[in-house]
């Protein structure tokens, strides 16, 4: 038994191959079932993350002082990627990329150790350094704001930090939930500044002194009364008056009670940030789910604990701000009726054209059987129904019929030679399954080395590629095992009738006749298509991936440096308002921080307009608000601005001259809309600088003199802080002064700072203080300096126009000695994805030609194959240019699918020719005989491929963006393609063999020795 006459072993032996069918769609509908329905394939993005904070500090010290030890300690462990870094004031985050394959688990222990080891060289009022690995599977898939009539907005917060939270985290396969806005409890110690002058004590020492005090601690152990008793010491205060009776001491060895210094009051944190709801302040949350978990399973859960919080807490109301896992769903929905709208619509074409009911559901019959299947595989491999998965199926939804149309066509052509049904399924089978095989077998060629692509744009196209080539094997195992066994079984002989005759077929043998009398006419009209195809992917706007349509808009605001939560707010609403104004818009949802906010709209599902179209259009008016730099964030781009381009170097002043001036020169460009160096304003900043002579004589050190400073107006790190002990909770003792004192020069003037005698002075005295400013964030990436600059698209322009004049700028193509473009973060991801997937391309095809090898056992009818390959594209960026789309990843993915298709279309050709020459048909007859009997089935297979991407190219539902345009080159370059492989590769072909003939013996004369055909050895004399 063989792949060419497997076909007879099953229609003799059919059992075997029903009962495997039976299990594998068996095993297809289970696994179906318990796959998790995601957006996106969960990625493995090995990543640690180091965070330091030191509340108060600026970023150039951060930089110094943290940042660089951070980079230095790590550089040398094994594994290691990438290093970027972002210091911002009091914070420095540093990201580590590690490469792929590296032991995650092994590399965070590895850093930590790193941190632990120079602990001692980081300065003394930092937080305890965090570290962690990226384990989440992304951004929230939903958010609620929460609505209470009878919690203050301290009780709120508890409530869903503690019970909801809780409730939400026991979910199977939820992993975080984040609040946003609201606030967190505290005992605020308020101090009086005049009071802490007068008596010469400052804001640290009384918190050192309520740590020491008002705690509750161990005691030991005594034996009473023959039993062992514990001992505890409990010093800590039951309420706020309570603790206000405290006694701190003051020098001279007297005391003072705390509540005659400061206010006592059981309040909460100063706020920072806070949340609105079209317009309304709320207190939101929410959460994510864990790897390998389903959005939608996730999600369902998490509503089905909501709802039963809101009855056991009837005056509370959960209110739903946003949700992906709606997009995810539909996606879902679209790709699966996509796939069962086309396989009908195959079906219906193989009617058209057989017009017999029973080869047509003998057709249909091998769609279920090749998708159903595919699932159990998927799952072995570990896949979800994700956006890659679906795309493949949604792609492949026409091949899954292709090898059984070849099959029945070619066994209703044998019925209609006068055999049986029994007899032509045997002998069409044997007759065509070298072919089938290798038809297939050239779309795994293609396909597997996209499955293999390495990196991180690799884990993403293993999910596309692996499904794809299991559909395939799938529907080829169906088509040889399956299709003639029914065929034998099921279809009815009518005895002697015309198969594929006609007045179209009649045109096409003349056409075919002219060809193969001109034969370098189709060489010639070869070169044009490929000029043609050249042509068309220059005039053709590129950009990586489309736009995605989706249901939230994001818009970011950044403020000047040293702006107020309370101006933040101002011009937040600014933004709502305009939002609101669009009738596109449904609710607005925003975050606001100090000196940022984040503002999202809610879009209706029945808008005239996308999202890109309508970001482009209010665009103007967002740039228009005064003292803010305000943008739409791009999801595509990482949630950034559209276009991000990122200069390194490690002078950071000629660093950030050579970045003003690439943004005075892409000012100039007219596909840019607004570009600026993202934080590049100044923080203003008050400069205390000590005199240190005198502060020696008064024995004030700096350290001292700035760990009284930063209590006094911050409070104390939260790890020195004293904490206050309630039955379900610590709260921190914030001690620091009053905010209104902090208006005030004068404050800070007469602040005082402790003196080595056990005194005090006011810092005046030993510090002269001024007005200055620094830097408000710092970017870093591997150890050295680096500024971002982000611009916006005009409309109707795409990445790929705006960067082919960014790389013509002048300064881009003289960039100064020590500055230098650096590729990072999506810009890396994107250029290794594209090179990844060209090598992919390339590998495919050499794959292909290797497969043709093996098939012909000839090696010049290959490359007929091959150069049939370049006309794969042409049809495909045509429709493109009519339908206005431009060239994408996802028209890429389309090529491809169009470069295994083309391949089958002339395996079918040649191999047809191949084997009538085998038998002794004169070349010319074989190669009219082969066009004669294969363009019926050529047409037939292009059609039903194009109709079963029709609802994919239509994208009638679920976002369009990827679907749509990989749709409509697919049925493009099908229609044009398949004429053009009908019409040139049979001259084409018919040179080849021409050339083969005359070049053969003069090839096996010079490289060989003649093998078989070689002369005998003539007798030679015994010596």
């Not at 100044?682 to 003199?705: C, F, H, M, Q, Y």
Request: aromatic content about 6%; proline content about 5%.
């Amino acid at each position: 038994m063989s792949f060419r006459n497997i076909s007879a072993w099953s229609i003799r032996n059919p059992v075997p191959a029903l009962v495997l069918f039976m299990f594998l769609t068996l095993a297809g509908l289970v696994s179906f079932m318990r796959m998790d329905v995601q957006n996106n394939p969960d990625i493995e993005f090995p990543i640690v993350w180091i965070s330091i904070s030191q509340p108060g500090a600026a970023p150039t010290e951060m930089e110094t002082q943290i940042t660089q030890r951070v980079e230095a300690a790590v550089r040398s462990i094994t594994g290691i990627d990438e290093i970027t870094s972002t210091v911002r004031e009091g914070n420095s985050e540093t990201i580590v990329q590690l490469t792929l394959g590296t032991p995650i688990d092994r590399a965070v222990n590895d850093i930590r150790d790193a941190i632990t080891q120079i602990r001692g060289d980081l300065p003394e009022g930092i937080l305890e350094p965090q570290v962690g690995r990226a384990d989440t599977a992304g951004d929230d898939i939903a958010s609620f704001a929460v609505v209470s009539t009878d919690m203050t907005l301290e009780q709120l917060s508890w409530f869903v930090d503690n019970t909801v939270a809780k409730e939400l985290l026991s979910v199977p396969g939820l992993a975080a939930v984040n609040r946003t806005g609201g606030v967190a409890r505290e005992i605020r110690v308020i101090l009086d500044p005049t009071k802490l002058q007068s008596l010469g004590i400052t804001a640290s020492q009384v918190n050192q002194q309520l740590r020491q005090v008002n705690l509750n601690a161990a005691g030991g152990r005594l034996e009473i009364a023959g039993a062992e008793q514990s001992l505890r010491i409990l010093g800590n205060a039951a309420t706020a008056h309570a603790l206000g009776q405290t006694q701190i001491s003051i020098s001279g060895g007297r005391t003072v009670q705390l509540a005659d210094i400061a206010q006592v009051r059981d309040l909460y944190a100063e706020q920072r940030d806070y949340a609105t709801h079209n317009g309304r302040q709320v207190l939101s949350f929410g959460f994510q789910r864990a790897k390998n978990e389903s959005d939608v399973s996730v999600f369902d859960g998490a509503m089905e604990k909501l709802r039963m919080l809101e009855e056991q807490n009837p005056n509370v109301r959960f209110v739903q701000l946003f949700n992906s896992v709606k997009y995810t769903e539909a996606q879902y929905e679209a790709a699966i009726e996509a796939l069962i709208e086309g396989a009908v619509l195959a079906v219906l074409v193989v009617f058209l054209f057989l017009r017999d009911w029973r080869a047509t559901i003998i057709s249909a019959i091998a769609i279920p059987l090749s998708a159903i299947p595919t699932f159990w595989f998927m799952e072995l491999l570990g896949f979800s129904l994700n956006g890659m998965t679906l795309l493949a199926l949604s792609l492949v939804a026409g091949v899954l019929v292709d090898d059984a149309i070849v099959e029945i066509e070619n066994i209703v052509r044998h019925m209609r030679m006068g055999k049986s049904a029994y007899q032509a399924s045997i002998d069409a089978a044997d007759e065509i399954g070298l072919a089938v095989v290798g038809t297939t077998f050239s779309i795994v060629a293609v396909f597997l080395p996209v499955g293999l692509m390495p990196g991180v744009a690799g884990q993403f196209f293993k999910n596309f590629g692996f499904t794809v080539v299991a559909a395939v094997l799938i529907s080829l195992a169906v088509a040889r095992l399956i299709t003639p066994m029914f065929a034998a079984y099921f279809l009815k002989a009518k005895g002697h009738a015309s198969h594929g005759e006609g007045w179209l077929m009649d045109r096409y043998m003349s056409l075919l006749g002219f060809t193969l009398r001109h034969r370098w006419v189709t060489v010639v009209g070869g070169i044009v298509s490929l000029v043609l195809t050249a042509l068309m992917f220059a005039i053709l706007p590129q950009t990586f991936q489309p736009d995605i349509d989706n249901d939230v808009t994001s818009v970011s605001v950044e403020m000047v440096p040293g702006t107020t939560l309370a101006q933040t707010g101002d011009v937040a609403q600014q933004v709502e308002a305009v939002l609101r104004q669009q009738p596109e818009v449904t609710g607005v949802f925003s975050r606001v921080r100090v000196g940022s906010a984040t503002v999202s709209a809610m879009l209706s599902e029945d808008r005239e307009r996308t999202s890109q179209e309508l970001e482009r259009a209010v665009a103007p008016a967002l740039n228009g608000i005064a003292d803010a730099r305000v943008f739409f964030r791009n999801f595509n781009a990482g949630g950034g601005r559209a276009l991000t381009l990122t200069l390194g170097g490690d002078d950071p002043v000629q660093l950030d001259r050579v970045a003003q001036q690439l943004v005075r020169e892409m000012a100039t460009i007219p596909e840019l809309v607004a570009p600026r160096v993202s934080g590049d304003l100044p923080r203003p900043e008050i400069v205390v600088t000590p005199r240190l002579d005198l502060a020696a004589e008064l024995g004030v050190t700096t350290s001292a003199l700035s760990s009284a400073i930063r209590v006094a107006t911050l409070g104390d790190i939260d790890q020195n802080s004293a904490r206050f002990s309630l039955s379900d909770r610590q709260i921190p003792i914030r001690v620091a002064i009053e905010e209104n004192a902090r208006l005030r020069m004068s404050t800070l003037e007469n602040m005082p700072v402790p003196t080595a005698s056990g005194g005090s002075v006011p810092l005046k005295l030993v510090a002269d203080i001024g007005f200055g400013a620094g830097p408000s964030v710092i970017n870093r990436t591997n150890q050295t300096r680096r500024v971002n600059i982000g611009a916006d698209f005009a409309p109707g322009v795409v990445s790929g126009q705006a960067w082919t004049k960014i790389r013509q700028l002048p300064t881009m193509q003289n960039l100064p000695e020590g500055v230098r473009e650096i590729m990072t973060g999506d810009v890396r991801w994107q250029t290794e994805m594209i090179r990844d997937f060209m090598i992919a391309v390339v590998s495919g095809v050499f794959l292909v030609f290797a497969v043709l090898m093996l098939l012909y056992h000839r090696f010049l009818p290959p490359f007929v194959n091959m150069g049939s390959l370049l006309l794969a594209p042409l049809g495909g960026l045509l429709a493109l240019w009519i339908f206005g789309h431009a060239i994408s990843i996802a028209v890429y993915i389309g090529l491809l699918m169009l470069i295994g298709i083309v391949a089958k279309n002339s395996i079918l050709l040649i191999d047809f020719a191949l084997e009538e020459m085998d038998k002794g048909v004169p070349k010319r007859e074989a190669i009219m005989d082969a066009g004669h009997k294969r363009a019926q089935p050529i047409i037939m297979t292009t059609v039903a491929m194009s109709a079963g991407m029709v609802p994919t190219a239509l994208a009638l539902s679920g976002d369009a963006a990827w679907r749509q345009p990989m749709g409509i080159v697919v049925i493009g370059g099908l229609m044009l393609s398949t004429l053009l492989t009908l019409v040139l590769v049979p001259g084409t072909f018919s040179l080849a063999l021409g050339i083969e003939e005359r070049l053969g013996p003069r090839l096996r004369r010079w490289f060989t020795t003649g093998g078989e055909d070689a002369a005998s050895p003539s007798p030679q004399p015994a010596e």
